[in-house]
């Protein structure tokens, strides 16, 4: 059974730093597509960023391209997701998801199977 547990959110000043870690479990995730998507408050659930667990291709949605980095640890099993100049606007739940299948849509949260239960950034002006 997939498990995907996220970590490392708080609280932080705007223009400061987080680093989240989501541990995976339950299998092996080669070919796997890893994402991380956020949900504030009133809002969709919206894309972040992803990777391929084989390869070196990483996405970012345009709103955190430059300023975020999602990255992998495949000795422990863990994406991480470096976020930089945190803004107001970032704050959110944070959701780390994976996607069994090699898809193009990899901003579409609905092509990811599993999910772990989110953390909380929140980010003060």
């Known amino acids: 059974q997939v498990q995907l547990v996220e970590s490392g959110g708080g609280l932080v000043q705007a223009g400061g730093s987080l680093r989240l870690s989501c541990a995976a479990s339950g299998r092996t995730f080669t070919g796997y597509t890893m994402g991380w998507f956020r949900q504030a408050p009133g809002k969709e659930r919206e894309f972040v960023a992803a990777?391929?667990?084989?390869?070196?291709?990483?996405y970012y949605a345009d709103s955190v391209k430059g300023r975020f980095t999602i990255s992998r640890d495949n000795a422990k099993n863990t994406v991480y997701l470096q976020m930089n100049s945190l803004k107001p606007e970032d704050a959110a739940n944070y959701y780390c998801?994976?996607?069994?299948?090699?898809?193009?849509?990899?901003?579409?949260?609905?092509?990811?199977?599993?999910w772990g239960q989110g953390t909380q950034v929140t980010v003060s002006s």
């Open positions: 998801a994976a996607d069994k299948y090699y898809s193009d849509t990899y901003y579409d949260p609905e092509g990811y199977e599993y």
């Open positions: 990777l391929r667990w084989s390869g070196k291709s990483t």
